[in-house]
């Protein structure tokens, strides 16, 4: 985990108008939209890394809520379109999205299915997925 989170430090890309960190209220706030606790480690990935703007590949954010990647809408996205409502997406990429369990796991859900594909942690993911972009 502190590989990846550093690694993504290194390559966090400098844009005119920088991301912010979410803070725990940034993040309790979102919860109450969602009517759901965001798992653990989706907690630690955007409080550690959820201002990283790296490659094409863009995770979802939990600090603006006038970004397109704003979790909440993001997720609204994702379940009005099927996604299984134990899952919360963590990234959409050209309308497939990647989305975490309660547990931790990742999971693939493309062309409105989950696919065999999963991540053991949202870190996995990070390295094999938005690290190799």
């Known amino acids: 985990m502190e590989e990846v989170i550093e690694q993504l430090r290194e390559l966090n890309q400098s844009v005119p108008i920088p991301l912010e960190l979410p803070t725990h209220e940034d993040l309790i706030e ?32 939990a600090s603006d809520s006038a970004l397109h990647t704003y979790i909440p809408d993001v997720t609204a996205q994702a ?27 990742i999971h693939l859900w493309e062309n409105g299915e989950l696919a065999d594909q999963i991540w053991d942690s949202i870190w996995h993911w990070a390295r094999d997925i938005w690290l190799a972009d």
């Open 79 to 105: 379940w009005n379109l099927g996604l299984p409502r134990d899952l919360v997406p963590i990234c959409e990429t050209g309308g497939d999205y990647y989305a975490i369990d309660q547990d931790g796991e």
């Open 30 to 61: 979102v919860e109450e939209i969602l009517l759901i606790h965001l798992p653990p480690e989706l907690k630690m990935f955007l409080l550690e890394v959820g201002d990283v703007i790296y490659g094409s590949i863009e995770p979802c954010t």
